[in-house]
């Protein structure tokens, strides 16, 4: 039975942040605040640290990349990656260029997940048109993929020029950076990470995440049928690391209510009220929110549940200071991380 090395990162969308009068910070100061939590992330021992690609004012991160390059040049060890590229508003050999320079800069730490877009700011900003959302993500995927496999390409399709037998450079120096998909509940997605051989993140922002279970079931199966070998699977979900319980809930749950607020009147869901949050702050809830042992307690069930070797806590909400989260990220490195690798070492692991 192939095992995978158990990963946890943390992950971030750039969110703006206030200073301590309420303020919100410049874009400029809110990425150069994602630099020093990367730093930081590095220094207490998280695993990996996703920055994931948006085009908004409450979320200035187009160039993900470019701050991981930063991010590469301070520290030594943490993985780099994008969490999600959204590769359908994008060129497939630009991307492929971009996180091959940074596997060059980070000396082959770079990773990349690919999505088709929950966030579609992108596609009017680039002159995609949103019919095309499932069919330029089904190419772009396409070519990626061959891409990946080193030397010459040769590719045709509607979405770019056609490619023959092209060069692309950088060449990587041992071999292809790992590539994921990110999955929000189309098994359509997880039945084509599958087929092109790339390992699946499911990015579980509400509800209870035993409702994925069986998209994790879905890819090692489909894995099989394709002839590949087993790949790992991964869990992204949103919370924040405080001293105690009622500390994580006080800080998030303002910043919480405001961003959904907002985002319910541009995707049409119900806002939040505290008793909504509190569900999903609970065993059956996605959001990991409370004390280093809560959050780290709510972590190994959910990866157990969900066959997952990889947790990615999405940190941050925008407003929230960069005191906190640079608090929330020491804790969660410092104590979360060593906790949950001891509760999934030992024979008496959480039960899902």
Same mark, same amino acid.
């Given at each position: 039975?192939?095992?995978?090395?158990?990963?946890?990162?943390?992950?971030?969308?750039?969110?703006?942040?206030?200073?301590?009068?309420?303020?919100?910070?410049?874009?400029?100061?809110?990425?150069?605040?994602?630099?020093?939590?990367?730093?930081?992330?590095?220094?207490?021992?998280?695993?990996?640290?996703?920055?994931?690609?948006?085009?908004?004012?409450?979320?200035?991160?187009?160039?993900?990349?470019?701050?991981?390059?930063?991010?590469?040049?301070?520290?030594?060890?943490?993985?780099?990656?994008?969490?999600?590229?959204?590769?359908?508003?994008?060129?497939?050999?630009?991307?492929?260029?971009?996180?091959?320079?940074?596997?060059?800069?980070?000396?082959?730490?770079?990773?990349?997940?690919?999505?088709?877009?929950?966030?579609?700011?992108?596609?009017?900003?680039?002159?995609?048109?949103?019919?095309?959302?499932?069919?330029?993500?089904?190419?772009?995927?396409?070519?990626?993929?061959?891409?990946?496999?080193?030397?010459?390409?040769?590719?045709?399709?509607?979405?770019?020029?056609?490619?023959?037998?092209?060069?692309?450079?950088?060449?990587?120096?041992?071999?292809?950076?790992?590539?994921?998909?990110?999955?929000?509940?189309?098994?359509?997605?997880?039945?084509?990470?599958?087929?092109?051989?790339?390992?699946?993140?499911? #990015?579980?922002?509400?509800?209870?995440?035993?409702?994925?279970?069986?998209?994790?079931?879905?890819?090692?199966?489909?894995?099989?049928?394709?002839?590949?070998?087993?790949?790992?699977?991964?869990?992204? #979900?949103?919370?924040?690391?405080?001293?105690?319980?009622?500390?994580?809930?006080?800080?998030?749950?303002?910043?919480?209510?405001?961003?959904?607020?907002?985002?319910?009147?541009?995707?049409?869901? #119900?806002?939040?009220?505290?008793?909504?949050?509190?569900?999903?702050?609970?065993?059956?809830?996605?959001?990991?929110?409370?004390?280093?042992?809560?959050?780290?307690?709510?972590?190994?069930?959910?990866?157990?549940?969900?066959?997952?070797?990889?947790?990615?806590?999405?940190?941050?909400?925008?407003?929230?200071?960069?005191?906190?989260?640079?608090?929330?990220?020491?804790?969660?490195?410092?104590?979360v991380i060593p906790r949950v690798r001891d509760l999934m070492a030992s024979p008496e692991a959480p039960e899902a």
């Amino acid at each position: 039975m192939t095992t995978f090395p158990l990963v946890l990162g943390l992950d971030t969308f750039g969110d703006t942040t206030d200073d301590a009068q309420g303020r919100p910070l410049s874009h400029a100061q809110s990425i150069r605040d994602v630099v020093e939590q990367g730093v930081l992330a590095d220094h207490v021992g998280v695993d990996h640290i996703g920055i994931g690609e948006h085009h908004t004012p409450d979320m200035p991160m187009p160039a993900a990349d470019v701050v991981l390059s930063a991010i590469a040049a301070r520290t030594s060890r943490i993985r780099l990656g994008s969490a999600v590229t959204v590769l359908s508003s994008d060129d497939p050999v630009r991307v492929f260029q971009r996180f091959s320079t940074l596997n060059a800069i980070s000396g082959g730490r770079a990773e990349v997940i690919l999505g088709r877009g929950s966030s579609v700011d992108s596609f009017p900003l680039f002159g995609y048109d949103l019919a095309d959302y499932e069919d330029l993500f089904e190419e772009k995927t396409a070519l990626f993929a061959e891409l990946l496999k080193g030397g010459p390409v040769t590719w045709q399709g509607k979405t770019r020029a056609a490619l023959y037998e092209q060069d692309v450079v950088p060449y990587a120096e041992n071999g292809a950076f790992p590539v994921w998909i990110g999955v929000g509940g189309s098994p359509q997605s997880v039945i084509r990470a599958a087929r092109h051989g790339m390992s699946l993140m499911l #990015a579980i922002i509400g509800g209870d995440p035993a409702r994925f279970t069986p998209f994790s079931d879905l890819f090692q199966k489909a894995l099989q049928r394709f002839g590949r070998d087993p790949l790992p699977v991964g869990v992204h #979900a949103p919370g924040h690391v405080a001293a105690t319980d009622e500390q994580a809930r006080a800080e998030f749950w303002p910043y919480y209510l405001k961003v959904l607020r907002h985002y319910s009147r541009i995707r049409g869901f #119900a806002v939040p009220n505290e008793a909504s949050f509190r569900r999903e702050i609970g065993p059956h809830g996605a959001l990991y929110v409370g004390s280093p042992e809560t959050v780290a307690q709510k972590i190994a069930v959910n990866m157990t549940r969900l066959g997952a070797t990889r947790f990615d806590l999405k940190y941050g909400m925008g407003g929230l200071a960069h005191e906190k989260l640079m608090t929330s990220i020491e804790l969660y490195g410092s104590q979360v991380i060593p906790r949950v690798r001891d509760l999934m070492a030992s024979p008496e692991a959480p039960e899902a």
